[in-house]
């Protein structure tokens, strides 16, 4: 993660944090009160309005840039990158957070591909309705040019060069209530676009969080959220996996969740960050692509000047309880299992040096299903 990123996810814990503490905040809660009369003293230092940006260069080596089962051939690449960060964090009026990214990388060595292209951007507005109320609305959007795994919604494994478009608008209302918790109702309005010869779709759901601080500003927070897919043309199948014509699929999916982010110390060095989550995914045909996945992520991050390090896993498990591999009995079944470590190191100024290093192994009973990679890359930041 970029240090603009980081940026922009602290700026928008700043803005959303300045009201929670002011809603929150109760007779004789003055922890929350120094908080507020600290923030706007920032405010007052620096304005409301705050810019970032971010240049990256480096060079790296990927293997197995197919993610193929059989083919694991890899390339050096070249890796040039750029972050735009702009926030407003007020205690009064409107929130507002905008981050744009692009990244590319350049492939040395691979015929069948010249490179992977990223695209994010996000606006984010949110505002205090009342003394206990908080609106907000996010824009998203992502493109992805690269190779994608997409067997997790098909009955074969799946990899594939292609484009993808993501457009999504998020609408939400906190409640805050005393002792610094609140609760969060939101939804998703979302558009997926796909290069042939795969199904672009629309998504939409609700969600419901609880949230809150404790400690050292540490946060927990539980959520279930509910959606239903549709698309376009892709139809349904039976029990068995066989189509059904004149049919058009849908995935009805619930997700439940907890994560804890937990500050360790008083000066903030050491801080993790723990994920829980439970998918039921149903089709809306006989059942043949339903799944259920659980996915356990654990991220530790020690910051001292100059040294900013993370380190992160996750574990993934679906199970496909219609999908038959081959001829056994046996249901199909996936274990992810990924790592990854990210070493920052400012250099004085604006510069920043950086190595960082990803891992992932795919393990399944079905034998094209499995396939490992790996990536590594340092370069250099520009922070300014």
């Not at 981050?99 to 069948?112: C, G, Q, T, Y």
């Amino acid at each position: 993660m970029s240090s603009a990123v980081q940026r922009f996810v602290a700026a928008c814990i700043c803005a959303s944090s300045s009201l929670s503490m002011v809603a929150a905040a109760g007779p004789g809660e003055s922890a929350d009160a120094k908080m507020a009369s600290e923030l706007d003293g920032a405010v007052k230092a620096f304005g409301p309005w705050q810019h970032f940006y971010s240049v990256s260069t480096g060079i790296g080596y990927r293997d197995n840039v197919l993610l193929s089962a059989v083919d694991d051939r890899g390339t050096p690449f070249i890796h040039t990158s750029g972050d735009i960060t702009i926030a407003r964090s007020a205690q009064e009026g409107a929130q507002v957070n905008v981050f744009l990214s692009i990244e590319d990388n350049r492939f040395l060595d691979a015929p069948d591909l010249e490179g992977e292209r990223f695209i994010m951007g996000q606006a984010q507005v949110r505002h205090d309705l009342n003394d206990f109320y908080e609106g907000g609305l996010t824009f998203q959007y992502l493109m992805q040019d690269q190779v994608l795994d997409i067997s997790e919604d098909f009955s074969t494994p799946l990899r594939l060069p292609t484009i993808a478009h993501s457009y999504s608008l998020r609408p939400d209302v906190r409640r805050y209530f005393n002792g610094g918790w609140w609760m969060e109702l939101g939804g998703l309005f979302a558009r997926q676009e796909l290069d042939t010869p795969l199904d672009s779709y629309w998504e939409q759901g609700a969600r419901i969080g609880f949230s809150g601080y404790y400690g050292r500003r540490s946060q927990w927070e539980i959520y279930g959220q509910f959606g239903d897919r549709r698309y376009d043309t892709r139809t349904t199948t039976d029990s068995q996996g066989f189509s059904l014509p004149g049919t058009r699929l849908s995935y009805f999916q619930q997700e439940y969740g907890f994560r804890l982010r937990h500050v360790w110390d008083d000066a903030k060095h050491f801080r993790t960050t723990s994920r829980l989550n439970i998918q039921l995914t149903e089709d809306s045909g006989g059942g043949y692509f339903d799944y259920q996945r659980v996915q356990l992520q654990q991220q530790l991050q020690w910051k001292a000047e100059p040294w900013d390090i993370t380190v992160n896993g996750k574990l993934s498990t679906y199970r496909y309880p219609l999908q038959n591999v081959g001829t056994a009995a046996e249901v199909r079944e996936r274990l992810i299992v990924s790592a990854g470590v990210n070493i920052r190191r400012n250099l004085g100024g604006p510069w920043i040096a950086f190595l960082s290093a990803e891992w992932e192994d795919n393990l399944s009973n079905e034998p094209l299903d499995e396939y490992r990679s790996m990536s590594v890359m340092t370069g250099v930041t520009l922070d300014f």
